[in-house]
Every structure is written in C-alpha cells, then in structure tokens.
C-alpha cells in the first residue's frame, strides 16, 4: 500500500508539472506574411503601460545555400501609439527589439522594401511578444539558481499577476468608452435638438413667408 501511495504521489507530481508546464508556456506570436517590393505592412500589437515586449523578425531566403539578394532588404521601424520611434532598421535582412512601454495603446512595426524591376515578393517571419511572454525564464532560473518546479511557479505567479494587470487595463479602457460614448450621446442629443430647432425655424419662415405672398395676392 505504502508502495502503490508513493508512486500515485510521484505520478500526481509529474501530472502536476507536466499541467504547469503546458499551462505557462507562452503562446508565440511568431507568423509569417509576405511583403511585395515597394509596398509596405504594418502589425499592431496592444500594450498596457511598463510592460515588456520583445520582437524579433528575419527575412526568409528564397535561394538557398546562396546569399540574400538586395531586392529581399528590408527597411523596419517600431513606433509606439503617439509616433515615437522606437527602433529603425534600414535594408537589413534580420533583427531584433526590445522595450518597456511608456505609453498604453497599439504599437506598430511596420515593414517596407524599395521598388525593384521586376517585381519581388519578400517573406518575413516575425515574433512579437510581451508581458510574461517576453521575459527570458532560462536566464531568471540560471541567476535564482532555482529548480523546475520553482521556475514553474514563479511563471503561474507572473502569469497570475499579468491576468490581474490586464483586467484593471481592461476595466479603464472599458471606462473611458464609457464615458466617451457619454459625451457623443450627450453630444448627439444637443445636435438633435439643435437641428429640430433649426427645422421649426425654417418652416414658420416658410409660413410667414406664403401668408404674406397670398395676402399680397389678395388671395386670403
């Protein structure tokens, strides 16, 4: 019995491990989208304020074992919601970016090559993460100098903490729609009445107007 309850403990620790591991592990934002030469594509991404993000983007080679030609450069630039430059790159074939955000709202990392004769298509491959996706869990485990299962609970802790952040974020963004949908209500409603006023005007002009034609006419 002692034997059957030491493996079910060890089997039950394993699970618990094996369902932290899945359950913490960050879901990449890697993708892959082609960019023809002279035009330009743009992804956003939705960042709360001091919050990390990390980005990481390469050109894929068309030709292999064969160096990349200059009509597959591109030219890269992150921008936070209020048009900072975050990171610029001119015709390069890979790089990478990191930040803390200082403003709350949607980032752009916009990608655009030069015009080319003939014309080229350019595949990228992008991964942008942030929040508890973007922290380097190896590094934080080789300085605490903690084992998996420390690892793995400091991850749910920062997870938690995340999910926590974000819904307060949430919360405040739901508010100021709130009262921006109060102010264009409130707005529409003044328009309203304005116009109703306006029209009322219009139409009394118009009755004057014809009463004094017709009395004019002698026809009343």
Known sequence: M??????????????????????????????????????????????????MAVGKYSVINPFENQPLPDSHKITVRVSSPYGSSIHHADHVDSGDFAFTSSEAGDYLACFWTSDHKPPATITIEFDWRTGVAAKDWTYVAKKGQIDVMEL???????T?????????????????????????????????????????????LQLWHLKTYFERKKLL
């Open 160 to 204: 938690v903490k995340s999910i926590h952040d974000e819904m307060f974020y949430l919360r405040e963004r739901e508010e100021e729609m709130q009262e921006m949908n109060k102010a264009t209500n409130s707005k529409m409603a003044w328009l309203s009445f304005l116009s109703l006023i306006v029209c009322l005007s219009v139409a009394g």
């Open 2 to 51: 002692e034997k059957n309850a030491s493996c079910g403990g060890a089997r039950s620790m394993t699970n618990l491990r094996l369902f932290l591991i899945l359950a913490l592990t960050p879901l990449s934002h890697a993708l892959r989208f082609d960019v023809q030469s002279g035009q330009t594509k743009c992804i956003s991404e939705d960042i709360k304020l001091n919050s």
């Open 152 to 158: 793995e609970l400091k991850k749910l802790e920062d």
